[in-house]
């Protein structure tokens, strides 16, 4: 099998790439900092993927290579949507999907106090941040962003809760909107919780409305931008005749 070899990432972007491509040559380029994420290593001048998946870009400067698995490992700043399954004195057992139960500390929560503890009910689901995650031990999640604030972290009330790979989820949660976001938006109202354990949450005032946009998540996993454009176009032509 031939090996790919590319003095520019663009070419490669979007492409699936396979363990030992080349996806970049430094000495091609100057003055630019690169950052490689998941997927890539760098042997002296050359960038090449460890992993089957695809190539993947965000600006200004970062690479990696994403593949969609079901199996999702936990780091930290990772926003994920969590179950509850237990409750204890100084925390919540949760499940993110991941080799090990979390831990919500009682007091990770905005302002968080003993005299304010918050009661969740088994099976609440919650949005929630990875804080911590150290080998042998379960991995530490918060309500809160960095600075303390809840932000947009915590219980989601009502709506549909589906699962995904996290390759979608990824997707999902890319800037700029993805496609099948943008799409939707400018013909439904509605709310939406990603997270990158595979996990999505969608609600509504109309039920219908919850059960087209999560259909059209699920539908656009293999599409392109622009194929996923179409599809939403179709499914809202649809419900409108």
């Known amino acids: 099998m031939g090996t790919k070899v590319s003095s520019s990432p663009i070419s490669l972007i979007d492409q699936t790439v396979v363990p030992g491509d080349v996806v970049l040559d430094l000495s091609n380029l100057t003055n630019q900092t690169i950052k490689l994420g998941s997927g890539l290593r760098q042997d002296n001048d050359v960038i090449s993927s460890m992993r089957a998946g695809k190539l993947k870009y965000s600006k200004p400067n970062k690479y990696w290579v994403e593949s969609s698995h079901k199996r999702y490992v936990p780091r930290p700043e990772d926003h994920v949507l969590g179950i509850v399954v237990d409750s204890k004195a100084d925390n919540f057992w949760v499940d993110i999907k991941g080799p090990q139960l979390a831990l ?33 031990m379960n991995p530490e999640l918060s309500c809160t962003d960095a600075s303390g604030k809840a932000a947009e972290f915590g219980p989601l009330r009502d709506g549909f809760m589906f699962e995904t790979s996290t390759g979608l989820s990824r ?71």
Do not use: H
């Not at 999505?200 to 392109?224: D, E, G, H, K, Q």
């Open 104 to 136: 919500l500390p009682v007091l990770a929560f905005e302002g968080g106090t003993r005299r304010n503890i918050p009661k969740f009910e088994v099976g609440t689901l919650l949005y929630l941040r990875v804080v911590k995650t150290n080998a042998g």
């Open 171 to 241: 997707m999902l949660l890319s800037s700029p909107t993805c496609p099948v976001l943008e799409a939707l938006g400018k013909k439904l109202s509605y709310e939406t919780a990603f997270g990158l354990n595979g996990r999505a949450w969608v609600n509504a005032a109309a039920p219908r409305t919850v059960i087209i946009v999560a259909n059209a998540i699920m539908n656009s996993v293999t599409l392109s931008g622009t194929q996923q454009r179409i599809m939403v176009e179709k499914l809202l032509e649809k419900i409108s005749d």
